[in-house]
């Protein structure tokens, strides 16, 4: 056991401490910031829901006034791999994939099951796509679509009779997307000529969480708020004019988010529920106060699922430890393709693993779904999805058996 735990530990420090971008032929629109990521943990993805759900042991990332019934130090951290594999209605095949740090948090109760203090890094928006011009001539061109935005944020929660409460969360976001273009010419002896912007965000914004417990915990219910960002764009040119190269702020904002779910409990070991996520890109995103509505709309989020969780007895076999679960979701994206909106929906899996009964958790999840359609989108992607995540709290670190 000693030796899992440096496995682990190695394995938190060895991730990367920035949010790579995720590769999709969908949110390259001018002025767009990428398509929506949804930052749930592993456990989250896997039952296609978290805002109600309320396991002592896990973090809730989409509400974190759950965190205010914890009586333990936790911590969660993650990882991904994707991959997307899209065709267009001209015949091109396109594939991508990669493997990124998805952010994690600490959550310290400093009066334990009543209120509670947290930090953490959760990913917004991303993007990654290159193109390459294959049509001949004296030369190769190549651009390159990468970034995003990322959000930093600390929260106080507080638990008010064990049954509702409330957080509150100041938000630190920032990112950056940088669009370049690179001529390969054949008789060029020194080097390629390269033209990119750079555009890095910065900026701020709050939420406020709760959740409430009714029927003997049979039923909860957890709705987040989140006030508009408003960012600061530094816009940097690189290449070799001077004219590209003058920097410049701009001043953009996001749109406020509303979300809710809940959770039924149908025994000890058996619960289902939903979630529901909205924004309105298309009038909430704006450029020095403008409505950038050329290539945006709304976005929805319905998702949901079932958990059979493991079993609360001390002693057990190794089966009734598991959590196992499944989901679906239904997504329109922030943005369009062809004038229609892009739709995405996808079914997802997953199971809990113990490393430490009541101590920490490995989850694993796995989701396969389909964004875009032929028809309306000239594109139609497949893609599928591999998380983990690590779950501990501060009995991880303690023998027992001493």
């Known amino acids: 056991m000693k030796s899992c735990k440096i496995i682990l530990l190695l394995f938190l420090f060895s991730l990367p401490t920035s949010l790579w971008a995720t590769g999709t032929v969908f949110g390259l629109a001018d002025k767009s910031l990428g398509i929506i990521l949804i930052p749930y943990s592993a456990a989250g993805l896997s039952r296609s829901y978290e805002m109600a759900d309320d396991d002592s042991l896990h973090l809730n990332y989409q509400n974190p006034a759950m965190w205010s019934k914890l009586s333990l130090t936790t911590f969660s951290i993650d990882a991904q791999y994707r991959a997307s594999f899209a ?5 091109e095949s396109l594939s991508n994939d990669y493997a990124n740090f998805q952010g994690g948090f600490v959550a310290l109760p400093i009066i334990r099951k009543r209120l509670n203090f947290g930090f953490g ?6 993007m990654e796509h290159s193109v390459q011009d294959t049509t001949g001539g004296e030369g190769k061109d190549y651009l390159l679509i990468k970034g995003g935005i990322s959000r930093a944020l600390m929260n106080i929660s507080f638990n008010f009779f064990k049954h509702f409460g409330i957080g509150i969360a100041y938000e630190y976001n920032f990112g950056e997307v940088t669009d370049r273009y690179i001529l390969e010419i054949k008789d060029f002896t020194t080097s390629n000529l390269t033209f990119a912007y750079e555009y890095r965000f910065f900026g701020h914004s709050a939420s406020a969480s709760a959740f409430i417990q009714l029927f003997g915990n049979a039923l909860t219910m957890g709705a987040l708020y989140r006030t508009p960002v408003l960012l600061k764009a530094e816009v ?28 039924i409990r149908f025994s000890n070991r058996f619960a289902f529920g939903g979630d529901f996520m ?9 450029i020095l106060d403008v409505p950038e509505q050329g290539f945006h709309k709304r ?10 969780m493991a079993s609360k007895k001390r002693f057990t076999d190794y089966i009734n430890q598991l959590d196992f679960r499944l989901g679906g979701f239904y997504t329109e994206q922030n943005q369009t393709s062809n004038g229609m909106p892009i739709a995405e929906y996808g079914i997802s899996a997953g199971i809990s693993i113990p490393v430490q009964r009541f101590r920490s958790r490995i989850d694993l999840t796995a989701i396969v779904g389909k964004r875009g359609d032929l028809a309306q989108n000239f594109y139609e992607e497949t893609f599928i999805l591999f998380g983990i995540s690590i779950i501990g709290n501060e009995l991880w670190f303690i023998n027992i058996e001493n």
């Open 87 to 91: 065709n267009s209605r001209y015949g």
């Open 278 to 286: 909205y924004q309105d890109w298309k009038n909430g995103y704006t």
């Open 236 to 263: 940097v040119g690189k290449s070799i004019s001077t004219d590209i190269n003058k920097g410049t702020i701009v001043e953009l904002s996001l749109p406020a988010q509303y979300n809710m779910g809940f959770k």
């Open 299 to 308: 976005f929805v989020r319905i998702g949901g699922g079932i958990e059979y």
């Open 121 to 126: 890094l959760q990913p917004v928006t991303s």
